[in-house]
């Protein structure tokens, strides 16, 4: 809890030991923030958690003494399932039920030897005893370790799936102007955010209306990894939010769902040839999203947007036996959007190239001084240079046609250098460059080129 506190007048400041007549200035601001949270261990391959949060902003006018308040709760629940460990959990659970029905077999056993041996000595007939029949416990062995053995190739099945996490959240907002005095408690700790309040009257010198404005947003989230043979990693998940503003009658909302959402890594690609003669690691990635936003007004939809993108196309990074560590990145994607009250539709296209490589060499005995030859400089140089390219088109048109006009159009090439040299631990210095060409066109305003030339240097002293 944050109170804020006007004591610039004395009559409102009283450091008295008595409660009642104790003042601490007026109050000006109130905040108040609350959080609790569960995480169950109930079994090894579920991990759930529960959490919970209030907060409350208050601010008082002292001209009028009305109050301006936000509330907000927030409550998650998440959980991790592993089906690695549902598997061992299972097949330990087997071997649990083999161990206790070990101790009546014992005992039954001990019992059969007994009566054999008592047998033996009063030379009676032991047929009978021979053909006993079999406890209930000593038959229990085949079926639990046949259990136990399709338990463990299930988890042989199952390894490449990873752990799956589901996601759900809900958080609700209130917020009133020129309030008669402070809500509860309840309203304070986002128990209950409908609790009517009485509203201020000599504001203005007039009779209020109440202006309330109320938010809720609510969030789902699934997500999933694949790996085979640690060579082939797989991730996918799917999200899904809304989030709804009422203010004065009008209800605004907007609706996001990203599905799928697809990214593949391709590890230790330097055992194929040739890439094995160059490189002494290599790695690549590509990736898909595909994205749809919808909003609407008091029911009815607003506009649309859909987009799809390749984040990356593809992503190949590399370390060279040398030394030299270079990474390539093609991202590509396209939107498309529709106004459903000016009957307008935009088409976006965008796509980019990023190269970049490293380069660090240092001398390992030292740079000799030219008096002082006994002490020795111990150096280090770090040389990169970043090339991209980027173009952006933009098109527009009416609902019902089928072609589009170019509305915007740009192109631009960047190209960044970039070069640090270490003299020692407590003393470094480089340079910065960047020689940047972008080309803008659009129907209104023609072609535009924009040429951007820099140079930095910097040194770095440490005491």
Known sequence: MTTNRDMSLSDDVNLSL?????????????????????????VSFLAPTFSYSGTFNDKIDRTFDDHDVTGSRNWSVSGTFDPAKF????????????????????????????????????GADTTAVAEKPKTAGSGGAVPVDAWRGLMGGMRWVTSPIGQTTLNYGRTDGDSRRDLDDRPSWRYRFGIDLEEETPLATNVGGGSQTLVNTKSERETFSAKNQLNFFNLLNI??????????????????????????????GFQRLERLIPLKWIFASATARVGYEQKKDESFTNGQKQAETASRAFTPLISIQGTMKSGFTTNFVYETGSADSRQFVSKQKTHKDASSIRVTGNYSFSSPNGI????????????????????????????NGADTSSVLALTSSSKTLTVSPQATYSFSLRMKGGLTAEWSDRSDRSPSTGRRRTHVRSLGIWAEFTF
Do not use: C, H
């Open 18 to 42: 008595n409660p009642r007549e104790f003042r601490f200035g007026r109050e000006l601001a109130y905040t108040q923030n609350a959080s609790v949270s569960y995480r169950p261990n109930l």
């Open 87 to 122: 598997w061992g959990f299972l097949g330990a659970r087997a071997k649990g039920a083999r161990a206790a029905s070990a101790a009546p077999r014992t005992q039954a056993t001990r019992g059969v030897r007994e009566i054999r041996r008592d047998a033996d000595s009063t």
């Open 235 to 264: 991730s996918s998940s799917y999200t899904k939010n809304r989030n709804s503003t009422i203010k004065t009658g009008s209800e605004n909302t907007t609706e996001g769902t990203i599905f799928p959402s697809l990214s593949t």
């Open 368 to 395: 000799p001084l030219p008096i002082l030859r006994g002490l020795r400089l111990r150096s280090t140089m770090s040389l990169s240079v970043s090339v991209g390219y980027k173009v952006d088109e933009s098109f």
